[in-house]
């Protein structure tokens, strides 16, 4: 399983990640499985469970370093979903206008 970095979310159906070929010299393929973790406090962090829906890459180049990747949640905690919106709501709150 390939390791994610959340940077950018767009809602809580999925998540835009961009993934750097360091981790396993390997992107993710469609359909992998994900796990993203989200730090809801310091002492507390929600794992949510998903798939690769969607890779692009970044640069218009077969070498990129980086791709953006799509992530579905597949999750039906209430708690998880609830962990997501209040994650998704801290960067809304935080982004410039």
Not at 21 to 49: C, H, K, M, Y
Not at 64 to 81: G, H, L, N, Q, Y
Request: glycine share 2%; charged share 30%.
């Amino acid at each position: 399983m390939a390791m994610l970095t959340v940077l950018v979310v767009d809602d809580a159906s999925f998540v835009r990640s961009l993934i750097k070929r360091a981790v396993r010299q390997q992107f993710p393929g469609i359909l992998d499985q994900a796990v993203v973790d989200i730090e809801i406090s310091e002492t507390e962090v929600a794992r949510l469970n998903g798939y690769v829906h969607q890779l692009q890459a970044v640069d218009k180049r077969q070498d990129t370093d980086f791709v953006s990747a799509t992530i579905r949640f597949v999750d039906e905690d209430p708690k998880k979903m609830e962990d997501l919106s209040r994650f998704i709501a801290r960067f809304r709150a935080a982004a410039p206008r």
